[in-house]
């Protein structure tokens, strides 16, 4: 068996220190890499992606909504025009500070709210389609597991990984919990672990509200600003290679 894990990671901005990339990029087999729209400024990301190549770790955009302030957690209603041009912009940057620290971009990983909100909404989702397709369409997208997003891309002529949250809780209906919400977050390596394994292993979770549902994902998620993601991220990783499940990335 084999599982890529990833992180949200670039993300500290000028004097603000967002999360320890160094130490993740040491777990981790793909990085999702801030773009400059939710966070990270480019000095940082350029550190970031060195560090990557020089781990042989795989990079993709982790492109968002323009909000700096919000962290790229707020929902916004965006013309099409301008979300899929913003979209184009910040893979274009990410992809020229790559070449300059000798890697590419893989992938693309859209962030926080603009993640969730073309999980389901079409017309947001055709944007960011309609973005990777008029960069070529080579480029990987990751998308929830389970999200209508996933079919509306592969019918675009896109490949799409589907992708699982080490530490987020579920809805019965396969969705994320609310970060709104009590228990939203997951912190317990132990729990978080043994539901990683059982996603791996039946392809199922437990919902908050203790029902089974189905994830089937090729990718798992350890978010780099949680508290204690590095612990987390290495306690998921030590405890896949004792099972034997190989840590590696989605894009050969």
């Given at each position: 068996?084999?599982?890529?894990?990833?992180?949200?990671l670039g993300e500290s901005f000028g004097a603000w220190r967002m999360g320890d990339d160094a130490a993740m990029l040491?777990?981790?087999?793909?990085?999702?890499?801030?773009?400059?729209?939710?966070?990270?400024?480019?000095?940082?990301?350029?550190?970031?992606?060195?560090?990557?190549?020089?781990?042989?770790?795989?990079?993709?955009?982790?492109?968002?909504?323009?909000?700096?302030?919000?962290?790229?957690?707020?929902?916004?209603?965006?013309?099409?025009?301008?979300?899929?041009?913003?979209?184009?912009?910040?893979?274009?940057?990410?992809?020229?500070?790559?070449?300059?620290?000798?890697?590419?971009?893989?992938?693309?990983?859209p962030h926080g709210a603009l993640y969730n909100k073309i999980a389901q909404?079409?017309?947001?989702?055709?944007?960011?389609?309609?973005?990777?397709?008029?960069?070529?369409?080579?480029?990987?997208?990751?998308?929830?597991?389970?999200?209508?997003?996933?079919?509306?891309?592969?019918?675009?002529?896109?490949?799409?990984?589907?992708?699982?949250?080490?530490?987020?809780?579920?809805?019965?209906?396969?969705?994320?919990?609310?970060?709104?919400?009590?228990?939203?977050?997951?912190?317990?390596?132990?729990?978080?672990?043994?539901?990683?394994?059982?996603?791996?292993?039946?392809?199922?979770?437990?919902?908050?509200?203790?029902?089974?549902?189905?994830?089937?994902?090729?990718?798992?998620?350890?978010?780099?600003?949680?508290?204690?993601?590095?612990?987390?991220?290495?306690?998921?990783?030590?405890?896949?290679?004792?099972?034997?499940?190989?840590?590696?990335?989605?894009?050969?």
């Amino acid at each position: 068996m084999k599982m890529d894990l990833n992180s949200d990671l670039g993300e500290s901005f000028g004097a603000w220190r967002m999360g320890d990339d160094a130490a993740m990029l040491d777990i981790v087999s793909s990085a999702n890499v801030a773009c400059g729209f939710h966070a990270g400024d480019p000095a940082g990301i350029l550190q970031t992606l060195r560090e990557a190549k020089a781990r042989n770790v795989c990079v993709g955009a982790h492109v968002a909504y323009p909000d700096l302030v919000g962290f790229g957690r707020r929902n916004m209603d965006i013309a099409s025009s301008d979300l899929t041009a913003s979209v184009i912009y910040q893979i274009g940057a990410l992809q020229g500070l790559a070449q300059a620290a000798g890697t590419s971009v893989r992938y693309v990983k859209p962030h926080g709210a603009l993640y969730n909100k073309i999980a389901q909404d079409k017309r947001q989702a055709t944007d960011v389609i309609n973005a990777l397709k008029e960069l070529g369409g080579t480029l990987v997208l990751v998308a929830l597991a389970g999200a209508p997003l996933i079919g509306w891309a592969r019918d675009a002529g896109l490949t799409v990984v589907a992708e699982a949250f080490a530490d987020r809780a579920y809805t019965p209906g396969g969705e994320l919990v609310s970060r709104t919400l009590d228990g939203s977050v997951l912190h317990n390596e132990k729990h978080i672990t043994e539901r990683m394994l059982q996603l791996v292993g039946e392809g199922t979770l437990k919902a908050i509200d203790g029902s089974t549902v189905r994830i089937e994902a090729d990718s798992i998620c350890v978010h780099g600003d949680s508290p204690g993601a590095v612990s987390i991220a290495r306690s998921l990783r030590a405890r896949f290679e004792q099972e034997g499940i190989a840590i590696t990335p989605f894009v050969n």
